[in-house]
């Protein structure tokens, strides 16, 4: 009787393999097309497939390098208001990338909030001192946000 149970469960098993390897491979599919959208400049297609990806991914890994690629997708476009939305779920879904941080810090700046631009800012300088880039976007931003306060 334990061998029978043991063969079911083995042949079962088998039998859901595919289903889960097929499933993976099709999001990773999506991503793949996404990629090569990006890299013709077709960013409008690249956006499209880089939201059906993310949708589906369960890693806060993937789903971090996801969508800073749809924020990089709409950067190229000029579209800073989505853009700055998506490297925010990029930094929020734990991007390690210090640049995830400084396209934020970014999109916030351009979209006139400049004290969540000044803190983004310092916490990309946190992460790359050495990066002087920082230092005249935060007097930028205290500057702008002093004639928006007048």
Do not use: H
């Amino acid at each position: 009787m334990s061998r029978t149970k043991c063969l079911i469960f083995l042949l079962a098993t088998l039998l859901t393999l595919p289903a889960v390897a097929q499933k993976s491979k099709a999001t990773k599919s999506k991503t793949q097309k996404a990629d090569n959208a990006f890299n013709q400049a077709n960013y409008a297609g690249a956006i499209e497939l880089y939201k059906k990806s993310y949708a589906k991914q369960k890693s806060k890994a993937d789903k971090a390098v996801t969508a800073f690629k749809a924020g990089e997708s709409y950067r190229m476009m000029a579209n800073w208001k989505e853009a700055s939305g998506w490297y925010e779920k990029s930094v929020n879904d734990g991007n390690k990338d210090p640049m995830a941080t400084l396209r934020y810090a970014q999109g916030l700046q351009t979209n006139g909030r400049y004290d969540e631009a000044i803190a983004q800012y310092n916490a990309y300088k946190g992460l790359v001192p050495e990066d002087n880039r920082t230092d005249g976007a935060i007097e930028a931003c205290k500057t702008a946000q002093g004639w928006k306060d007048k």
